[in-house]
């Protein structure tokens, strides 16, 4: 399976089903996720002390903000390495920017200089 971020919603129903007494494959095709995916959920949700005889009342905002929080970790610093060598770049890049350049071709020119970043990232920094 590809990669895709499961909703909150999606990770409640996991839990939901596996509560139930739906065993991991089971709830694996009834959710339509990896099963690595659904086991990593159960084993976050049991670390927050989640326990399988508890019922789905058990699964309270706070509990399902602690599954997300260990499932989905933010980055630390808001902004990953791509965007630090852009913000780098930032006077080369206005300054190109005011000259009327493309993007495209401000891309093409980070690259030669060494910073290679992904388009969409400069587009979003732009």
Do not use: C
């Not at 659904?38 to 002390?49: E, F, K, L, P």
Request: charged letters at 25%.
């Amino acid at each position: 399976m590809a990669y895709r971020e499961v909703s909150v919603i999606e990770i409640k129903e996991v839990l939901r089903l596996w509560l139930a007494g739906h065993s991991l494959r089971e709830v694996t095709r009834l959710a339509g996720l990896d099963r690595k995916t659904v086991r990593r959920y159960v084993q976050a949700a049991q670390a927050a002390g989640v326990a399988r005889e508890g019922g789905d009342g058990q699964l309270t905002d706070e509990v399902l903000g602690a599954v997300v929080a260990v499932v989905r970790p933010d980055r630390p610093r808001g902004n990953g390495a791509s965007w630090e060598a852009i913000a780098a770049q930032r006077e080369r890049i206005q300054a190109w920017l005011k000259q009327d350049l493309t993007l495209a071709k401000i891309h093409m020119l980070l690259g030669r200089r060494g910073v290679v970043v992904p388009y969409r990232t400069l587009h979003r920094f732009a």
